[in-house]
């Protein structure tokens, strides 16, 4: 494969709208966080390493191996995923978002989730009542949004 000379932002959403996913997810309470925390994480799976590399180093990414067995009826094997959480995922989103088609939805979604935690939530004394619950409903709206893209019906 040729990778482009000079990675262009359209390039790039073009790829994650392929390859990418969105997801908020809810992590437990721990010591530093009593009533648990949501974040956002942004991805892209490959099993092509150096252009999650290539990807990662343009964008400032983390990379994680993800080791699975070959399936022999399948090219599939191991994978790399080059991902991005909270600020990092935020900046993505920001960067990507105008050249998004197939994944705009998912990302308004996680534009929303950012607007009540980081106005509303993370940088306030005092959440909100219903903080926890409009995160909830945003993070299942995206779970939504998913099944209905992967033709999956939604009970």
Known sequence: MNYPRVM???WL???FDGEGSVGI???KPRKHSPNG??????QITQNNEPIIKWIADFTDGNIHYQP??????TSFGDAFVVYWTHRKAEKLLKTIAPYCIHKSEEINLAFEFLDIKVH????SRNLPDNYFESLETIKNKLHDVKKIRNGERIK
């Open 37 to 42: 925390e949501y974040f956002l994480r942004c």
């Open 120 to 123: 509303r939530g993370i940088f």
């Open 25 to 27: 997810y809810y992590r």
């Open 8 to 10: 262009d932002y359209s």
């Open 13 to 15: 959403a073009g790829f």
């Open 68 to 73: 699975r067995p070959k399936n022999p009826t």
